[in-house]
């Protein structure tokens, strides 16, 4: 199984409301990730988890809350999010965290802010 | 720092003829560099990397990129374009030796022309 699956697919929320998005992966990878892809740029990276800890956080605000409960699942809490976090969210795994692995990425959750 | 220069928002090329997807690279090191490739509405796609070795890479269907040091460039190419290889072309580059912080190039449209 070569697969990185993500849910929802779609996802519409308020400034106010509470929500995450999920992702799991079964190729036994020790790094996850987490990008943000806004239209017609390149993805950027939020965080990377390596063995289930968190190791970058590329200076995410806090209303993103990542968490990996085991190696084969990675959360994004969502709380009290702005218009302009409106994008594709994109995660990824791959065999490890080293430089030289390349990565498989989901299909992505479209989150809508409103 | 690194960086990615993709010189070129969108390459045309009729279908069958060859094609090539540029991408230069800026690492203070030596780098580990990728090709990824997005249809609309997905994620992105493992081609080929170059960590070592022969500077002509081969991967997916039917793509190869070839490492020229001096130049600093990695370019993507393809002996015969198909229509279904019309997507969205992301060149990345890591630090060899380094964390898995990849940078992404803008990204190359490429359109097969039938």
């Known amino acids: 199984d070569t697969e990185v699956t993500q849910t929802p697919k779609h996802l519409v929320m308020g400034m106010t409301n509470k929500k995450s998005l999920k992702c799991e992966q079964h190729?036994?990878?020790?790094?996850m990730y987490w990008y943000k892809q806004k239209a017609k740029k390149p993805p950027e990276l939020m965080f990377v988890?390596?063995?289930?800890?968190?190791?970058i956080n590329e200076s995410v605000p806090s209303r993103f809350s990542p968490e990996c409960p085991n190696s084969s699942l990675l959360n994004l809490h969502l709380h009290a999010l702005q218009p302009e976090d409106s994008a594709l969210y994109l995660c990824?795994?791959?065999?490890?965290?080293?430089?030289?692995?390349?990565?498989?990425f989901g299909p992505g959750t479209r989150l809508t802010v409103t | 720092a690194q960086s990615v220069a993709q010189p070129e928002d969108q390459v045309n090329v009729a279908e069958g003829n060859p094609l090539t997807v540029k991408c230069t690279y800026s690492?203070?090191?030596?780098?580990?560099l990728f090709w990824y490739v997005q249809y609309p509405n997905r994620g992105l796609q493992f081609l080929l990397k170059?960590?070592?070795?022969?500077?002509l890479v081969k991967g997916s269907y039917g793509f190869e990129a070839e490492f020229n040091k001096s130049q600093t460039s990695f370019h993507l190419k393809k002996p015969s374009a198909l229509v279904s290889d019309s997507a969205l072309y992301f060149c990345?580059?890591?630090?060899?030796?380094?964390?898995?912080?990849?940078?992404f190039g803008i990204g190359t449209k490429l359109q097969v022309i039938p």
């Open positions: 990824a795994s791959s065999h490890q965290a080293g430089a030289a692995y390349e990565q498989y």
């Open positions: 190729m036994g990878h020790r790094a």
């Open positions: 988890y390596s063995y289930e800890k968190l190791s």
């Open positions: 690492v203070s090191g030596n780098p580990y």
């Open positions: 170059y960590i070592t070795g022969d500077n």
């Open positions: 990345a580059v890591t630090l060899a030796g380094g964390y898995q912080k990849v940078t």
